[in-house]
């Protein structure tokens, strides 16, 4: 059973910096598909950016520009530096994993389902920005 597990959560004043790490075990993909999600208070989920094991990556609108999706691929890890940050963007922030990842049509223009790309999720990892 694959496995995710996030780390780098905390708390940060408004404008500071975190970086998010989600490490994926117990795979046995060569090629695979990572992203973050993250769940705000009285909001459904958001996609917040997608990276493949090619190199492409896809961000969310609310958070262009100032996050950035990396990976270590050795390490079977995947980053998410986030400056910048804003108090509306506290919330819970998951790992999401899959061996192919969202449709290209999924990207294409506003409103395509990334989640849906998804098999496997992590527990989630806590961001709380103050003001």
């Known amino acids: 059973q694959v496995q995710l597990q996030e780390s780098g959560g905390g708390s940060v004043e408004a404008g500071g910096s975190l970086r998010l790490s989600c490490t994926i075990s117990?795979?046995?993909?060569?090629?695979?598909?990572m992203g973050w999600f993250r769940q705000l208070p009285g909001k459904e989920r958001e996609e917040v950016a997608v990276?493949?094991?090619?190199?492409?990556?896809f961000y969310g609108k609310s958070v262009e520009g100032r996050f950035t999706i990396s990976q270590n691929n050795a390490k079977n890890t995947v980053y998410l530096q986030m400056n910048s940050l804003k108090p509306e963007d506290s919330g819970m922030y998951f790992c999401?994993?899959?061996?192919?990842?969202?449709?290209?049509?999924?990207?294409?223009?506003?409103?395509?389902?990334?989640?849906?790309?998804?098999?496997?999720w992590g527990q989630g990892t806590q961001v709380t920005v103050s003001s």
């Open positions: 999401a994993a899959d061996s192919e990842g969202p449709a290209p049509s999924a990207f294409m223009g506003g409103g395509g389902d990334w989640a849906g790309g998804f098999s496997y």
């Open positions: 117990r795979h046995t993909w060569h090629d695979y598909c």
């Open positions: 990276i493949y094991t090619s190199g492409s990556k």
